[in-house]
Every structure is written in C-alpha cells, then in structure tokens.
C-alpha cells in the first residue's frame, strides 16, 4: 500500500459498494412487482442471474490474476439483477445464462472491468440476447393479476412445481407451446397494428389498454419494466440519495413525453399518447436504472441532459418509426457511444473564465 | 430547508442558490468552539525558520552568541516578495542551521535557534502608530511590511503587497475572511469573539491604507455568536460604511475567489487579481496581526492555533510564540506520546500531514489536528477504479472535470492535463472527499503540477543556452563580416594607383595572411567565452 501524505485527510464516505448497494435495494420494488405477477418463475430468474454474474465476474478476475474480493463491490450482482429485469419471464434458463456471461466478458471485463465498459453491460447483453434469440426474447409470459386478460393465465405462476418446469424445462415439459402462454406487450401489439393500418389509438382500444394498470404494472412485459410506480419509488430514493441525479430521467422522460405529444397532436389516430409511451415498455427503468448508469453516462451536468434528450429523440424514433417495438435499449446503447464526445464538449464552465 | 433540499436532489444547478459552484459540507467538528484562547508559556527553545512566507528567503541579521529583544529584527527580507523576522521573546540566539520545518516532505530549511531568558523583555523602538486614520498610507503600509505580516488563514503571501493601491483598480470593498470553512479550526472564530473591537481597527487600517470605501465581514452561519459579537462590535465602533455578511456553510466558503463571489456575484477573471474587481481579502487573523503591528507597534511574534483532533485529551484554542516547536504545544494539551499519532498542519481538507514531529510552529500555521492513525482517512484509503460517477464534477468550485484531470496526469499526459485547466486547481479537496472510489486527485494534480513546473525549468534553462549559443554564432558571424567588408574597402582604396599593380599584389598576400590570423584569434576568443 502506498502511504498518501496529500490532503484531504477526511472523507464523505461514500464507496462504490454503498452505490451498488443502494441501487440494489431501489429495485427491490419492481423485483417485488416481478415476483407478483410471475411467481416463482420471476424469483428463479433473478437468482440464476445475479448468481451467474457473479460466478462470471469471479472466473473473469482469477484468470486475469487480480484480487477476487473486487466481487463484493456489488457491480457484478446489479449486473445480474438488472439484466434479470429486463428478461422475459418466459425465456430458458440457458438464455439467462448465456446473457449473463456475455454482460460480464464481452461487455465488461474485455474493456478492463469495472470502470472501463463503455456500455451498460445488462444492456449490451440484452443485445446480444436479442438478436440471437428473437423469438424468446419477443414472446411475453401471460402475468397474474392482468386484468386486460379476459381468460385467466393458462398456468398458474404460484405453483411452485409448475414453474420449476417451465423454467428448467421450458413450456414443452407442460404440454403446450410458447404461443399458447404468451401475449403481445403494448408496444409490440402497437407496432403490429400499424403494419396492418390501423393507427394506435383503435390499436390500444382493441388490446382493452389502461393507463392505471401500466402505471401499477399490471401489463405484460419484462420482469421489472412494467411497474412505473415500483420504478418511480427506487428512482426516487436513488435521487435522495444522490446516487444519481435528475438530469438523465427528467430529460429522457420529458423529451419522449414532449416528442410524442407533439406528433400526437399532430396526428391523433396514429402516432400514440405521450402518456402511453412514458408508461409503455422499459422506458422508467432505463430512464432511472440504465441510462444512470455512471460509467457509461457523461459525467458533467450539461452532458448528462444533452445524453438524456439524445437518449429520447432516439426512443421515441425508434418505437415510432423503427423496425423494433422498443428502443429503449438501442437508444442508451447508442448513445452511450457518444459519451467521450459529449464529455469532451460539455464541460462546466471554468471559475474565471 | 429549501435550498438545502434543492441541493440534495442537485437542482441547485437548475435554480442557483447564490455563491460558488461547488463545495461539500463536511461533519465541523468545531470542537473547541467554545474553549477560550489560552496564552502558552514560552518553550526551552524556539525554532525560527528563515522563510516562513511564499517568496524569497530571509537572511539573518544575528550571530550565534547575540542577545535579542522581543519584537527585534533577526532576518530581513531579500527580495520584494518576502517577510522578515522578529524574535518572539528576548533571548540569546544559540544557532543557525538547517531544521525540519513544517513541509510535506519533511525537509530541512535553514532556522535561527534561540533560547529564551525568561524575561520576555519587549524592542520598544517601534512607536505604536495610534492616529493611523491621518497617517500617510504608505507609511502603513511600510509598518505591514517591517511588522513580517503575510496572510495568516495559510495562504502566507506576504500583505503588504496585496495592500500596495494601484490608480487603475481601486478597491472599492474589504472583505475580512471569517468563513473558517475547515472543518475543526476554530481560531478565526475565537478570535473573532474575543477581539472583535482589534479585529476590527485592523480592518479599518486596512480600509484606511488602501481607500476602501467599504467593508464586509463575511462569516458562515456556523457561528452564529461570532456574527453577533462582530455586529455589536461594529455598532459600538460606529463603522456605518462595513457590515456582516452570513454565509452558508460550506467548504471551501473562505477559498479567497469562492469568497468574493459569494459576496460580491462577480468571479475573479483567469490570471487577475481580487483587485481587478475592486476587492482586497484579508483573514480575520491578519487584520488582528495589522492592528497590533500599528496601533501598537508589536510586529508578528506570536498566533492562534486550534490544538484538535482525536488524539489530543485536551483540544483548545492557544495563543503560541512563533517557533514554539509543535512537540511543546501539544504537551501543553496533554498529549506527550506522540508515537502512533498523525500530525496534520492545518486543516483536515487541505493541511499537510507532517512525516516529521520536531518542527517549529510557523506563521501559516492555523491548526495542528493529531489523530490516532487508524483514524486518519487519507492513510486507509485504497484506490479503486473510477466509476465516473461525476461527483467530482458536482462538488468541484473551479469548473474542473477532476475525473478526467486526474486520468491525463496519472499517466504523465501534462499536455492534456493543461488541456483539462489543471492550474486552475485550488487543491481545495472536494473532489477526493466525495469520490466513492478514494481516488487521491488532488494528490495526482499536485504531482502534475510539480512536474510541470520542473519540465517548463529544464525548458527555459535549454532556451537560454540555445539563445546564448546562437548569439555566439551571430557575433561570430557578424565580425567576420565587418572584417571581410574592410578588407575589401582597403582593396578598393588601393585599386585606381594601376601603376602600383605588383606591390599591391604583395601587399593583398600580407593582408591576407593577418586577416587569417585575426579571424583565428576571435574565434579562440569566442571559445573561452
């Protein structure tokens, strides 16, 4: 250890496992909301997943021979955790694992670990997912509690049995098909009506959409996107905290929220509300638990705004014109590409100058 | 309750709140607030070094073996930036040598040694100057300069030449620096309570000497006693043009270009002086150390030091001989043990931690915290990767990107660094005191600044020879040219007598010949030079 003589001689105490901590326990509300509407299959997801993280990041720092407690910083979990709730509920347990090992090398460790990626490993992993395995990653499992279902859920998620099966076994071991237990999300059943001409409002009145149910999470989607209220209360702890600040969310969400209003007054019929795509698909958690995420963020407060309306320009592009219902992901992806500019550009203004 | 919740949500940036950007609130730890200044006896020896002060070294004025009186002269000052002198007690000087001083590097400075008679009897051939109000400014300004006064909050430049009145910047505004934003000093504010009515005659010298037409007092809301008793002090003296300001507290509130802009709304322009927007800052202490200087001719011998931290059983306030070595002083607060305990010289933000524990008490000092070493932060502290998590962006006053400053100088990258306004650094400490990762970047910019500096000598020393070796080629050049156009002048004279043609030839061959020699002879001149 190098003995330090430089001042400061105190310190605020803040650590990056406090962060990771504190950013852990934010979205403990939404993993609950996860856990209320896919029982166990939710539970197991966001275990295997955290665990594999973990595991990976361990393996990743012994075979480059550097100190294995770097573990308990807590980044790996989160990691884990976030790309967990990102998943659909449906997807096999390989999938998962797969993701897990592609967020910890391909898009962290390969850089130099923590610190270094410069993108957000859960989403650069779900990425990959995606791409690879389309389907599974577009088919949503049928929740609990979904009020807009007219039938009850074909499978009963409470069960444990039941979703040992599905999980370790896939819909097969039940007898029925990955159709037969999943539905279109929102955005998806939005961008699917539009392909046949029907524009979003008489595309949401026929999916029986509303807007209190998006906003508590009783919809279908990925484990921890649906809940904008679950989110919202993780957001705002995090914001007290000062693990993050306003200026990511607000802009994200405020420039999603202004673009569609626009065009939505423009164009009522067809392009959607501007509620609907604040509530709709991963955009709170991206906003609050992604797009936030320090090392692939700009740094400076400027930066942060300019990254967060880029980050909703690009959103709201991408869901309306684009070939993917969602773009979220792709948005922080992209322009996590731009942060060293932006960093470079958007500096705060110097004392005296 | 508003503004401090706009700061921690960040929205401060949205709506500014007044005064600097920037700036953490650590835990006070004012602990000895309330413990009243105490007069310390006089050490076995004092230990004065001979530049206590930014600027030039002292020189002498005693030998080994002299007796000095209290207040005497014993070094004066060599340059224009610099600071004398004066004995702290009568005494006999027993020494000039090299002692550790007060220095990160724990390195030695040459020091006069006197060992004190006990008699402590005063050098009363300075007259105290009480009608300063008709005095000619200069004059006053020459007592500072005599007195060996320089900034007393840690800064140590010298206070004359801050005070000097220039026609095209006049000073329109005093501020007397009562922020005590560190956490753990309390000797401004002590002093401040215990001496406002000399704390405040030292400002209106001050004002008098440079012409102010104002003044403002600027304390942070931390001390709401002090506040008070300068308020009264202030009524009572009748100084309707000077007033109170209560600053939020937070660190670094009494940083000089922090200060004026919470003040006055204005930043100091890059490369200007406080004087470019008609302000002077002044410390409490000084102004205390220039009333006495004046109004009663005691130039600066002695100063408030805070005694704190965890391994000091009894923390205080005390009024310490200039040279007292620290050792002593802490004895004196019941700490004599000083094996496992970490000195720190000045404040926990930006005071230096001492390697060496025999040193004397100099002017800058304003605290010595000793702490238990387990309890020293910047001793535990293990670097881990930065996660950018901005805070230091947030937190910095200057405007700086620390993060990214910290990455170009860690790998030798000055060029960037200054691309990134490294000397724009105050040193202040918020960014490393926030940074989750206990990344030291204040450390890295001291090393990069001191590197710079070293690289911008070797620079200037490689110019000058480059310059000195082209003059050389030049001169040499230059007569050999004026010798070639007067042998050809000689040629053309001799030229038109066509009937002299041979002796001219075997004149040409001589000239040739010495012209030859002479050239030799130069340039062996040149070579010695």
Redesign the interface.
């Known amino acids: 250890m190098t003995l330090l003589i430089s001042s400061p001689h105190a310190h605020g105490g803040d650590s990056i496992r406090a962060n990771m901590l504190a950013v852990i326990l934010a979205l403990l509300p939404a993993a609950g909301v996860a856990v209320y509407l896919f029982g166990w299959l939710a539970l197991f997801l966001i275990v295997l997943c955290m665990l594999a993280c973990m595991a990976t990041e361990w393996g990743c720092l012994k075979l480059m021979k550097r100190p294995t407690d770097r573990i308990g910083d807590g980044s790996a979990a989160l990691t884990g955790l976030l790309l967990a709730l990102t998943l659909p509920a449906a997807v096999p347990w390989w999938m998962a694992l797969i993701g897990c090992v592609a967020a910890i090398v391909l898009a962290k460790q390969v850089y130099g670990g923590l610190g270094h990626n410069p993108f957000n490993p859960a989403l650069a992993a779900r990425v990959v997912l995606l791409i690879s395995f389309p389907l599974h990653m577009t088919s949503w499992l049928m929740p609990m509690h979904a009020p807009m279902l007219i039938a009850i859920p074909p499978l009963n998620l409470y069960d444990f049995s039941t979703c040992w099966q599905l999980f370790w076994f896939g819909p097969e071991a039940l007898g029925k098909g990955l159709d037969a237990i999943t539905m279109a999300s929102p955005l998806g059943h939005v961008k699917t009506e539009w392909s046949r001409g029907i524009g979003a409002i008489e595309a949401l009145r026929n999916y029986d959409y509303s807007y209190l149910d998006a906003f508590l999470g009783r919809e279908a989607g990925s484990l921890g996107e649906t809940s904008a209220l679950a989110l919202l209360l993780g957001g705002i702890y995090l914001l007290a905290r000062h693990t993050i600040t306003w200026h990511i969310p607000l802009s994200f969400i405020a420039t999603v929220y202004v673009l569609a209003a626009l065009f939505n007054a423009v164009n009522p019929e067809h392009f959607a509300p501007p509620l609907f795509h604040v509530l709709a698909g991963g955009l709170v958690l991206g906003a609050f638990f992604m797009a936030t995420d320090p090392v692939s963020s700009p740094v400076t407060p400027r930066g942060q705004l300019i990254f967060g309306i880029g980050c909703g320009i690009l959103t709201w592009s991408i869901r309306t014109f684009g070939g993917y219902p969602e773009g979220v992901m792709f948005s922080i992806l992209l322009m996590n590409c731009a942060v060293p500019l932006i960093d470079h550009y958007f500096r705060p203004r110097v004392y005296g100058k | 309750m508003l503004p401090a919740l706009f700061e921690?949500?960040?929205?401060n940036?949205l709506w500014p709140t007044g005064g600097?950007?920037g700036g953490?609130h650590?835990?006070e730890h004012k602990i000895t607030a309330d413990s009243p200044i105490i007069e310390l006896p006089l050490p076995p020896q004092l230990i004065l070094p001979l530049k206590q002060h930014i600027g030039e070294i002292c020189a002498p004025l005693v030998e080994v073996g002299q007796h000095v009186l209290r207040g005497q002269k014993i070094a004066k000052s060599q340059g224009y930036v610099s600071a004398s002198v004066h004995a702290p007690t009568s005494g006999t000087v027993v020494g000039v040598q090299d002692h550790a001083v007060p220095h990160?590097s724990g390195m030695g400075r040459p020091c006069l040694m006197i060992e004190p008679d006990g008699e402590d009897r005063p050098d009363e051939s300075r007259a105290p100057i009480s009608d300063y109000r008709n005095e000619d400014p200069a004059l006053i300004r020459e007592r500072i300069r005599m007195s060996g006064i320089v900034g007393l909050g840690g800064a140590v430049f010298p206070t004359f030449i801050k005070m000097l009145r220039d026609q095209r910047h006049p000073v329109q505004t005093v501020i007397l620096n009562g922020a005590e934003c560190e956490?753990y000093l309390t000797c401004d504010h002590r002093l401040m309570l215990e001496h406002a009515h000399d704390v405040l005659r030292g400002m209106d010298v001050i004002m008098h000497a440079v012409n102010a037409q104002n003044g403002v007092v600027a304390i942070e809301d931390n001390k709401p006693d002090a506040i008070a008793v300068m308020r009264g002090a202030i009524e009572a003296a009748g100084m309707d043009n000077v007033e109170v300001r209560t600053l939020p507290t937070r660190y670094p509130q009494g940083g000089e270009?922090q200060l004026i802009?919470t003040i006055t709304g204005k930043?100091?322009?890059?490369?200007?002086l406080p004087l470019h927007v008609g302000v002077l800052c002044q410390n409490v202490g000084t102004a205390k150390a220039i009333h006495d200087a004046v109004c009663l001719g005691v130039p600066l011998i002695k100063r408030v030091v805070t005694i704190s931290g965890d391994a000091v059983p009894n923390p205080a306030n005390v009024c310490v001989r200039i040279g007292t070595p620290i050792p002593f002083v802490l004895a004196q607060c019941g700490l004599e043990d000083l094996n496992d305990v970490r000195l720190?010289h000045?404040g926990?933000?930006?005071?230096?931690?001492l390697?060496r524990t025999h040193v004397p008490l100099v002017k800058s000092t304003n605290g010595i915290?000793a702490?238990h070493r387990q309890s020293?932060?910047?001793?535990q502290?293990?670097e881990?990767?930065?996660?950018?998590?901005?805070?230091?962006?947030?937190v910095?006053?200057?405007?700086?990107?620390p993060?990214?400053l910290a990455w170009h100088c860690r790998n030798d990258q000055f060029d960037r660094g200054q691309d990134?306004?490294l000397f724009?650094c105050i040193?202040c400490?918020c960014c490393?005191?926030?940074?989750?990762?206990?990344i030291?970047l204040?450390?890295y910019f001291?090393y990069a600044k001191g590197q710079v500096a070293k690289i911008e000598k070797e620079r200037a020393f490689a110019e000058l020879s480059k310059a000195r070796s082209e003059a050389r080629d030049n001169r040499l050049a230059r007569e050999q040219a004026e010798r070639a156009a007067r042998r050809s002048k000689v040629r053309k004279q001799h030229a038109p007598a066509a009937d002299k043609a041979a002796k001219t030839a075997e004149k040409k061959t001589d000239e040739g010949k010495t012209g030859e020699g002479k050239t030799e002879a130069v340039k062996k001149e040149g070579d010695k030079a």
């Open positions: 921690r949500f960040g929205l940036q600097f950007p953490v650590p835990p990160p956490p270009k802009q930043q100091v322009p890059e490369g200007r720190i000045g926990p933000m930006m005071g230096e931690r390697p915290l702490f020293l932060y910047s001793e502290a293990v881990e990767p930065c996660i950018r998590c901005g805070h230091c962006v947030e910095c006053p200057a405007g700086l990107v993060n990214e990134y306004n724009d040193e400490g490393s005191y926030v940074c989750p990762s206990h030291p204040v450390h001291r």
